[in-house]
Every structure is written in C-alpha cells, then in structure tokens.
C-alpha cells in the first residue's frame, strides 16, 4: 500500500478457520469501513484472506467498487474489471471453497481409516495403569487400577474409594493426592480395562449456544456406546470382564436416575434406610425410592 502511494491506518490480524467470514468481527468492521468510505483502499496477502463462497466474494469486491475502494492482492493476478473478473472471482472462489471441504473431509476420514482400516485408535491418550508401546501394558500404576476396580465391584461408593486411595498415599493420574470422584468415574467407564480400546466416541455438531462469534460444528457430541468402535487386542492383560465393565455403569446410571437432583418425589427416610445383609458385609449401601405407587 506505501508503495502505491496509501497511508496504512488500519491492521487486521484474524485467526478465523470457517470459508464463512460473515460471523467474523474484523470483517465486519472492514466492511463497515468500506460502506463509510473511511478507507481508500484494502490489501490483502491473498485471495483466499476474502469470502471462499463465490456470491459473498463477489457481493464484498462490489460494495468497494461502488464505495470506490480499490481491493488490492499482494500475491497472485490483480483483480479484473468487468464480468470476465467476476468470472474469474467466482470460479477461484469455489474453487478454495471446494479444497477446504476436501481437506476437512480428508481428515475425518482419515482417522475413521485408521481406527477401522489399520484397527489403531486415531490418537492414543495413556489410560491409568497402562501405557502405549504398539499396545496398551501395564505400567507402575496397573495395580492401582486394579485395585479401584475390585473396590467398585464391591459396591463402594467413589467417594470411599477416593478416601481409601489417599490413606494408601496412591496418587491420582496427575501425581495429585486427592482423588475427585470425577476421576475416579472416568477410569470406571474407560473400557480399556476390559481389553477393549473404544475409538470413535465424538463427533462434530453445531452448538446449542454459541458463547463466540464462531461457525460451524464447534462442539462435540458425545455418542451412546452403542455407536462406538471398539479395537480388540490392543491391550495386553484385562482387568475386568465385559460384563462386570456393563454392571458399573448399570450403577452409575442408576446413581444419575436416583441422585438428589434428579428426584421427581421426596421421601422422608431417604438416605436412612440401609440394607442389613449389605452392612454385614461391610457395604455401605441404602435402599432408595422408585415412586409414590
């Protein structure tokens, strides 16, 4: 712009990943720039710094010309006059629009190929008690894990578990003292202790309520097991069984169902009522109301 005889006044720096730069704040005050003529011109490294979408581009270079605004490109062909630049335009417009999708397609795809073609989880993230050489094994902590399974298969609740665990001085994941039952929860429902490695367990939606001007699928949903992909003989001696694995979450479930703040009654003796037979064991469980019938 110096070069051309411009005074820069204004430095845009965005980082914005959609080809929809409609939500974007920096360009929309470039554009309000542009519609109040307080601009002379605009540069830009590249074509691809504007609209990907064909009519947006074309709708953005024609609101500089009415505002007589010359778009300047530093590398690449100048921009063209006449219906044969808005040819041009549009055409190298679908054509970035076109190799973004693929390139995001290409990506998805590629860590389905490699969790369903290859049978490799598509990122490997250590789990309590094992770590990753070619396959899950067990490291310093698997008689740890080992340990909080045979606890919660006893039916003892996580926040005993997590009392247990720091009278024994076993620390958490993170080298921490204190277990949070939320840590606790997610070493219960990692299937991996089951020999299994479940891939495949998010995917990409559009959110509820966007906190941020942002576009698109920036959430992740978290689907039911029964969508999972699970990968066999990636690890190396099980701690539990399949089925003992589905039996604490059948009682995390109903944990969730029967929680204080999920009760549609109230009863008088909740919490109170402690089952005898459990107690001579030595567990700590109550019985719980299912309804007013």
């Not at 005074?7 to 554009?31: A, D, R």
């Not at 590629?110 to 094994?137: E, H, M």
């Not at 909080?148 to 298969?153: C, D, G, K, Q, V």
């Amino acid at each position: 712009l110096e070069a051309m005889g411009y005074i820069p006044q204004y430095v845009f720096k965005v980082v914005w990943t959609s080809t929809n730069l409609q939500p974007c704040p920096e360009f929309q005050e470039l554009k309000r720039l542009i519609r109040t003529k307080q601009i002379q011109a605009v540069s830009m490294l590249d074509r691809d710094r504007i609209e990907a979408n064909g009519l947006q581009r074309l709708n953005f270079l024609a609101d500089c010309k009415e505002n007589g605004i010359e778009p300047v490109v530093y590398q690449g062909a100048p921009f063209l006059e006449g219906a044969e630049g808005q040819l041009v335009e549009l055409a190298l417009a679908l054509a970035k629009e076109k190799q973004v999708e693929r390139a995001q397609s290409g990506a998805k795809q590629g860590l389905r190929d490699r969790v369903k073609l290859k049978g490799l989880p598509p990122t490997v993230k250590k789990a309590y008690g094992y770590t990753w050489n070619g396959k899950f094994i067990p490291d310093d902590n698997y008689d740890n894990a080992r340990f909080i399974w045979e606890l919660a298969l006893s039916g003892i609740k996580l926040e005993t578990i997590s009392r247990e665990l720091f009278l024994r001085g076993i620390a958490t994941p993170r080298g921490k003292v204190f277990w949070q039952v939320t840590t606790l929860r997610k070493v219960l429902q990692n299937p991996i202790y089951t020999g299994r490695v479940a891939a495949l367990k998010y995917e990409k939606v559009e959110p509820k309520k966007r906190k941020k001007n942002t576009f698109g699928k920036t959430s992740s949903r978290f689907k039911p097991m029964e969508e999972w992909h699970f990968l066999d003989n990636l690890v190396e001696q099980s701690i539990v069984s399949w089925e003992q694995y589905l039996a604490v979450q059948e009682r995390f479930k109903l944990n969730r169902q029967y929680a204080s703040r999920n009760a549609h009654y109230y009863f008088l003796l909740r919490g109170l009522i402690q089952c005898q037979e459990c107690y001579a064991q030595g567990l700590d469980r109550h019985y719980y109301g299912l309804g007013k019938d």
